[in-house]
T-cell receptor, first 115, second 111 residues
Framework: NAGVMQNPRHLVRRRGQEARLRCSPMKGHSHVYWYRQLPEEGLKFMVYLQKENIIDESGMPKERFSAEFPKEGPSILRIQQVVRGDSAAYFC?????????????FGNGTRLTVT | GQNIDQPTEMTATEGAIVQINCTYQTSGFNGLFWYQQHAGEAPTFLSYNVLDGLEEKGRFSSFLSRSKGYSYLLLKELQMKDSASYLCAVRRNNAGNMLTFGGGTRLMVKP
């Protein structure tokens, strides 16, 4: 019974390149949440998606960042033209529904380093 | 807006009891969650409270007072493996299961 799968586990990009982070939710889960965590800090909400729909993107920067969760395949968080400040751990979580009592299950994260 | 506060760091001794406090201010409160996160790993779910009172789960208990905007996580019979960050998070109405996290409390358990 696989949990939330994120890949890659570590990603190194030079300034100006694109970063693509993938997240496959737990089986049967159709709600995905992306969070960013800077060193020694808490998790900051970025975006909440349900299959093919963005429900809430209030925590995601308006420029360079985008997210999708297609009907088939994993959710993708895309960062264009990365800058050093994008270096962080990006965690994906999933839940079965958006309803009360459905806790979030987190993946192991992707650690992005921008050089 | 929302505000979630918890101490940055705590130290405790193996075998002892430690209480990690969390205060919050939010509109449309709909549950408070505690997660444990070891360095470099995924946060793992510990407990959640939506009604006032104490929820007990083995060595871990969590308490909530909605009127005071206050929760605590109680860890008993501390073990070295309990050294981790403990994250307090709040869920709001009409936000699905989206959680807003505090900065986390880094707990160090010493022999």
């Amino acid at each position: 019974n696989a949990g939330v799968m994120q890949n890659p586990r570590h990603l190194v990009r030079r300034r100006g390149q694109e970063a693509r982070l993938r997240c496959s939710p737990m089986k049967g889960h159709s709600h995905v949440y992306w969070y960013r965590q800077l060193p020694e800090e808490g998790l900051k909400f970025m975006v909440y998606l349900q299959k093919e729909n963005i429900i809430d993107e209030s925590g995601m920067p308006k420029e360079r960042f985008s997210a999708e969760f297609p009907k088939e395949g994993p959710s993708i968080l895309r960062i264009q033209q990365v800058v050093r400040g994008d270096s962080a751990a990006y965690f994906c979580a999933s839940s079965r529904t958006g309803a009360f009592g459905s806790p979030l299950h987190f993946g192991n994260g992707t650690r992005l380093t921008v050089t | 807006g929302q505000n979630i506060d918890q101490p940055t760091e705590m130290t405790a001794t193996e075998g002892a009891i430690v209480q990690i406090n969390c205060t919050y201010q939010t509109s449309g409160f709909n549950g408070l969650f505690w997660y444990q996160q070891h360095a470099g790993e995924a946060p793992t779910f510990l407990s959640y409270n939506v009604l006032d009172g104490l929820e007990e789960k083995g060595r871990f208990s969590s308490f909530l007072s909605r009127s005071k905007g206050y929760s605590y996580l109680l860890l008993k019979e501390l073990q070295m493996k309990d050294s981790a960050s403990y994250l307090c998070a709040v869920r709001r109405n009409n936000a699905g299961n989206m959680l807003t996290f505090g900065g986390g409390t880094r707990l160090m358990v010493k022999p």
